[in-house]
């Protein structure tokens, strides 16, 4: 099993900055690609970045690339989103996710924390 806590959520101008982190326990983390989406009121859950287990492949959605930068530190057991030049349209709960070795979709989510962009 493994545990996801995201935080770091919050409320920002658009064109400001946020930085999400998400905490795992439960399970070797340097074994896990990880990876972020968000939900949207009245819309379906989005992919928005992955990262592959050893941090070296990243992959993000075309609305977030050059924009959002997805990372994470095995040795800290934390994967973050940097969220640059936030826009409107980028409110949603933002989840983390991990995918175990050999598994074809994410097995363990977080919570989610609200992010809010004003315009």
């Known amino acids: 099993q493994v545990q996801l806590v995201e935080s770091g959520g919050g409320l920002v101008q658009a064109g400001g900055s946020l930085r999400l982190s998400c905490a795992a326990s439960?399970?070797?983390?340097?074994?896990?690609?990880m990876g972020w989406f968000r939900q949207a009121p009245g819309k379906e859950r989005e992919f928005v970045a992955a990262?592959?287990?050893?941090?070296?492949?990243?992959n993000y959605a075309i609305s977030v690339k050059g924009r959002f930068t997805i990372s994470k530190d095995n040795a800290k057991n934390t994967l973050w989103l940097q969220m640059n030049s936030l826009k409107p349209e980028d409110t949603a709960v933002y989840y983390c996710?991990?995918?175990?070795?050999?598994?074809?979709?994410?097995?363990?989510w977080g919570q989610g924390t609200q992010v809010t962009v004003s315009p």
């Open positions: 996710a991990a995918q175990a070795e050999g598994s074809s979709w994410y097995d363990y």
């Open positions: 439960g399970r070797t983390f340097s074994s896990l690609a």
């Open positions: 990262i592959g287990w050893r941090g070296y492949s990243r």
